[in-house]
């Protein structure tokens, strides 16, 4: 194993407090002396700007902002298209704005919503997936969120912006943060990066105009809505859940029952940040799953990835690969040739607390006009 795999898998122990001999110790200690002073650092930034010490832009539109208080893997992508579809299908002219992980930097159309697409390659995966799901709203990228949401309005004349992943970039004003809470893990362990998942305190709650707790249907709720309670009272809250929906075949671009590879022998392959979640997915669809290739969150794919899935592939026998869509916008020619290829397109679906928080957003939980 690489000196570098072999960081990484001490790294992942440490804040996991898994194995605790004398390395890992030294380690946590190391991390958590870390995200302690990035804890000041954040707490002093924030206050900053609560108190009109550092500034902050507006744009002559309406600002949604979806962020969480966690990195990775709290179901932003599914949320903003939702949400950009809603406002669409409500007959508003809406962009989204997302700082583009991954891509070659600068501000960047995406997609502008008539057929024209950006290579992920320049504006990241989920850019790239966005883009791809939300036909008729243009995805602009950009880590100057105020200078891309400017392109948006003056290219595209957007009258709402949804902001994908900006509750921490305070320097761009929003009209509404909704803030998703994970039920599976809703507070990163409790710990501030680097020695854990938060991105701020839990105490950041308190900015937010509403919360989104995801992946309801696969925790006991009520320790987090006692929380939410207390953090952020009297703030509406939606409860909702990850659907796979549909198989989408990476050749054609059609979409297939889930049921199709029911029976089937069939090889996963996921780059992301939960991929817990995928191996639920997929048990979930009937296949026999041979093995599951787990890879760092946005990989890109190369030659090597192609050669160890093909061997997988072929190893096991297996009739098809699954993967998941923000996957196989990276995947492209690595996918072996003469296997078929699916992945699992994952919709929102809202189990309650629709009544209050949809109409801050101007839809309702079908996507009409609230």
């Given amino acids: 194993m690489s000196l570098p795999a072999r960081l990484g898998r001490l790294v992942d122990a440490a804040i996991a407090d898994e194995a605790p001999g004398p390395p890992q110790r030294i380690l946590r200690g190391l991390l958590t002396l870390l995200g302690a002073g990035y804890g000041v650092g954040m707490r002093l930034r924030n206050a900053a700007y609560d108190r009109g010490l550092l500034p902050v832009r507006r744009l002559p539109c309406r600002v949604i902002c979806v962020g969480n208080l966690t990195v990775g893997g709290t179901g932003k992508t599914p949320t903003v298209a939702w949400l950009a579809g809603a406002l669409r299908e409500a007959g508003c002219r809406v962009a989204v704005v997302l700082r583009g992980y991954g891509g070659a ?48 309005l003056e290219r595209f004349l957007a009258q709402t912006i949804v902001l994908d992943d900006g509750f921490q970039h305070r320097r761009l004003h929003r009209d509404l943060d909704l803030v998703l809470v ?15 998942r938060l991105r701020e305190r839990v105490e950041g709650l308190c900015r937010a105009h509403g919360m989104v707790v995801t992946r309801a249907a696969e925790a006991e709720v009520e320790p987090v809505r ?15 859940t990850h659907r796979a929906t549909a198989l989408v075949e990476l050749s054609t671009g059609r979409t297939v029952p889930l049921g199709a590879l029911a029976g089937a022998r069939v090889l996963g392959v996921a780059g992301i940040a939960r991929p817990r979640s995928f191996r639920r997915t997929l048990a979930g669809l009937g296949a026999q799953t041979v093995e599951c290739l787990i890879f760092p969150d946005h990989h890109p794919y190369g030659e090597p990835d192609r ?38 397109r994952i919709d ?23």
Wanted: hydrophobic fraction near 40%; proline fraction near 6%.
């Fill in 226 to 240: 006692r929380a939410l309670e207390r953090l952020a009272p009297g703030r509406p809250v939606g409860w909702t």
């Fill in 105 to 152: 930097g600068g501000v960047r159309v995406a997609s502008d919503g008539a057929g024209s697409r950006e290579d992920w390659r320049l504006v990241g995966d989920e850019a790239a997936l966005l883009a791809a799901r939300l036909p008729g709203v243009p995805v602009v990228t950009g880590a100057d969120r105020h200078a891309a949401g400017r392109l948006a």
């Fill in 348 to 370: 929102l679906e809202w189990l309650g607390g629709s009544e209050r928080l949809l109409p801050l957003l101007g839809v309702t939980a079908g996507g009409r006009h609230g």
């Fill in 307 to 344: 050669g160890a899935i093909g061997r997988a592939a072929r190893q096991g026998g297996v009739e098809a690969l699954v993967t998941t869509e923000k996957d196989a916008v990276r995947l492209g020619s690595c996918l072996p040739v003469g296997l078929p290829a699916f992945a699992v």
């Fill in 182 to 196: 994970d039920a599976t893990d809703p507070f990163g362990g409790g710990r501030l990066l680097p020695r854990g």
